[in-house]
């Protein structure tokens, strides 16, 4: 297709488009049929030291440039990015799967980030005090923590990347994005639409790679790198955080998750079913912030059910190219047997499928909306991240048995709640062990938001006005008075 031809294929170093060291490609294949859809340049380490040192070599210019001229490059990013919505569009959806109706949104959404964090650019403040002892002025500036090096996930090919290059060009930092593998089609793309913006060269470099343990760990033990913002697994996360110890590399982390839903038997039970749709099933329930763990008050816990049964049903899966598509392939076949074998899981435990749990015929890696009651508390399902279309329903009697039982995991990402009662929305909210509370509503992504999680679901926070502090540290300058 044109839109996959006319992307760059090679890394993206020092604002050029060169080949992999060795040479090497890997393939990009259409998660709906499984066919390949091209080969892209494979990075090796060198490759990654190359990327590294381009964006050490442009660091100082780029941190001495004025705020204005870097929100300008944002803004122009932003604006190409909303012409091209149709084209980036159907890139997602072949390199990742989703339906185009999703990708569109993910390209507006996306977008947003470039035009959020340009106004931030610009309001990048200071301070000047006198210490309480009189004798000196505390004068404090901030300024641009240095080589970044950002690494993203599939699932959402562009957001995932503006949300972390938009702050940190913003602040002066310069980047090293690796893109997963699956899906480096979309950063290829945003790369190019960066340089046409005016970004310098140097500034953001692009390294695809199949050898990401080999690549990466290198870059956070040379001691140039001197910030790392990851999305991804938790597993993954503790190793990178091993490893940026010994140079003391600052981090972000967004990582796992294992949302909670609680339906309450005074909930709205329409509101409540079209929020755990948007919660569940957005992105194919590809996202660290799905509504994972589903629980109703007893009282309402069967129309509940049957309701969302009913929803999830009526959708139609398919390609996501094809027009009436709700919902597209998982990433792999390594993706849907494991949402496959979670079903399988809780169904021997006594679960009840309400619709869904077959494995579809043909190719692509499709996996049917699925509904499930009756989940016995030892199965894997409770406590392990679906990343699938799979609705799993517990029931509770009390408030603080819901609460008890949505706590009672490692993580926290995301959670939401459904309930008429003011003062019970503000008790449940806060009691909550999740950095973001979805209250009657599916949805909880904002560019103008803080998004971030607690416990092991990661560190530091990603958007709003707090997104570019991730990339920015003080400096304190002490002046004697009358000096």
């Known amino acids: 297709m044109t839109v996959v031809r006319d992307v760059p294929k090679q890394l993206f170093i020092g604002g050029g488009w060169q080949d992999a060291e060795s040479g090497r490609t890997l393939s ?44 300008e490059i944002l803004r122009r990013a932003y604006d190409i990015i909303i012409t091209r919505t149709e084209d980036l569009a159907l890139l997602m959806t072949l390199e990742m799967g989703k339906p185009l109706a999703e990708a569109r949104a ?3 959404y996306g977008a947003e980030f470039f035009r959020w964090f340009s106004e931030e ?71 190019a639409i960066l340089k046409e913006a005016g ?48 140079a003391v590399i600052r981090t ?15 909930a709205d039970l329409d509101v409540a079913v079209e929020g755990t749709m948007v919660a ?32 999830m049903a009526a959708l139609t899966v398919g390609d996501g190219t094809e027009p009436g598509t709700d919902v597209g392939p998982l990433i792999d076949n390594a993706g849907r047997s494991k949402a496959h074998d979670l079903v399988r899981d809780a169904v021997k435990r006594g679960a009840t499928v309400l619709t869904g749990g077959e494995l579809p015929e043909g190719p692509g890696c499709f996996y049917p ?57 503000l008790r449940v909210s806060e009691r909550l062990e999740s950095g973001m509370i979805g209250l009657n509503t599916g949805l909880v992504s904002n560019p103008a938001a803080p998004f971030g999680g607690v416990k092991q679901s990661g560190l530091g926070r990603e958007g709003g006005r707090v997104g570019i502090d991730e990339f920015l540290e003080y400096k304190y300058i002490a002046v004697p008075v009358g000096a």
């Open 280 to 311: 569940k099933m957005r992105n194919m329930g590809e996202s660290c912030c799905a509504a994972n763990r589903i629980y109703v008050h007893t009282s309402v816990a069967e129309e509940f059910a049957t309701r969302l049964a009913a929803r």
């Open 106 to 108: 993910e390209v507006a």
């Open 369 to 425: 909306p699925t509904v499930l009651t009756g989940i016995a508390p030892d199965s894997a399902i409770i406590d392990t991240e679906i990343f699938g279309p799979v609705a799993a329903i517990r029931t509770f009697e009390t408030e603080d048995e819901a609460v008890t039982a949505a706590n009672d995991t490692e993580f926290g990402l995301a959670a939401y709640l459904f309930t008429q009662n003011l003062d019970r929305a």
């Open 121 to 191: 650019a610009v309001r990048i403040d200071g301070g000047l005090t006198t210490a309480p002892d009189g004798k000196n002025r505390l004068l404090v500036t901030r300024r641009p923590v240095g080589p970044c090096l950002l690494i993203t996930p599939w699932n959402f090919p562009l957001a995932m990347g503006t949300r972390k290059i938009g702050p940190a060009i913003a602040a002066g930092c310069t980047i090293v994005l690796k893109p997963a593998p699956q899906t480096p089609l979309t950063s290829l793309a945003l790369a």
């Open 252 to 266: 972000s982390m967004e990582l796992g998750g294992n949302a909670p839903l609680i339906v309450f038997d005074d």
């Open 28 to 71: 990009v294949d259409n998660p709906a049929t499984g066919e390949e859809l091209c080969q892209v340049a494979d990075a090796s380490p060198a490759d990654g030291r190359r990327a590294v040192e381009a964006a050490v070599a442009a660091q100082a210019a780029w941190a001495a440039t004025a705020p204005r001229v870097r929100s």
């Open 199 to 246: 970004l310098p060269d140097g500034v953001l470099n692009v390294v695809v790679t199949t050898d990401a343990a080999g690549v990466v760990e290198p870059l956070l033990r040379g001691g140039q790198i001197r910030k790392l913002s990851f999305t991804g697994s938790t597993q993954v996360g503790r190793i990178l955080l091993a490893q940026c110890a010994d």
